[in-house]
């Protein structure tokens, strides 16, 4: 009679004890399945995208597609299923991007404060040298062989120069010029203003063309403040799009 309660207790406990284990094991799990998603997450870009869309799209706000090209590159480092984001304003179809979670969803910092008898030390601080970046001037949207509607709205970018007014001449800075079906005009000579050659010389990185159905080739180029192209294949950018009718 003791041996057969002994017997039934025993299989209590260790029902209990894997129960236990179970659960236990089940919870370790579930973050680590769930980092990933808690970083960002897969995009197979499509037909007529741009990372200022996508940055709209997931972000809300198409400013922030600078995130996608450092978390994307970031990737393409370690896995080859992605693919080096080496030009901004030309994503192929089917390229693999990694979306990061949103840029300025930061977890709060829990800063302890030092106790009063600790000294603290003063950093010793070493100038570092500053890093140059190679000029550039981008479409960002819209995409390279996008289609698009006859009223297109046009955005760019531009790194390592100064994009501002014209009418002063500085060095590194400038304005910008959308040429529509043209080409880009000669480094030295001034680049007109006219239905063809779009002139943004408030600084703009933004504009409207009015374009016909078809094919048609726009063309970025950049000028001095006298209106001056460069010499200098960083000072442009190509784009090829179709509007539709």
């Known amino acids: 009679m003791h041996r057969k309660r ?5 299989s209590v406990v260790l029902a209990m004890t894997f129960l236990l284990l179970l659960q236990s094991g089940m919870s370790q799990a579930a973050p680590a399945a769930q980092s990933d998603q808690a970083d960002g997450e897969d995009y197979i870009v499509q037909r007529g995208d741009s990372l200022y869309r996508i940055s709209g799209q997931l972000y809300g706000n198409p400013a922030l597609w600078p995130a996608i090209v450092e978390a994307t590159n970031a990737k393409a ?3 080859s ?3 080096m984001i080496t030009n901004p304003s030309r994503l ?3 390229q693999k991007l990694w979306i990061p979670a949103m840029p300025d969803a ?3 910092v829990r ?4 106790a009063a008898s600790t000294p603290v030390a003063t950093p010793t601080l070493t100038r570092q040298p500053a890093v140059e970046i190679a000029p550039s001037v981008r479409f960002v949207e819209p995409a390279d062989g996008a289609v698009v509607p006859p009223e297109v709205s046009v955005v760019l970018t531009a790194t ?5 007014p014209a009418g002063v001449i500085r060095e590194g800075a400038g304005h910008l010029h959308v040429l529509v079906d043209m080409d880009f005009v000669p480094a030295g000579d001034v680049v007109i203003n006219d239905e063809q050659h779009i002139h943004l010389g408030q600084g703009q990185l933004t504009t409207t063309l009015e374009l016909e159905p078809g094919e048609h080739v726009l063309r970025l180029q950049f000028t001095n403040g006298a209106h001056i192209a460069l010499e200098g294949e960083e000072y442009q950018d190509t784009i090829i799009v179709t509007v539709r009718p």
Do not use: K, M
């Not at 002994?6 to 025993?10: A, K, N």
């Not at 800063?111 to 030092?114: A, F, G, Q, R």
């Not at 390592?160 to 501002?164: F, K, L």
């Open 6 to 10: 002994w017997l039934c207790l025993l």
């Open 106 to 108: 930061r977890p709060p």
């Open 111 to 114: 800063v302890s404060e030092p």
């Open 81 to 83: 299923s992605y693919s």
């Open 92 to 94: 192929r179809v089917g």
């Open 77 to 79: 480092a370690e896995d």
């Open 160 to 164: 390592g120069v100064t994009i501002e």
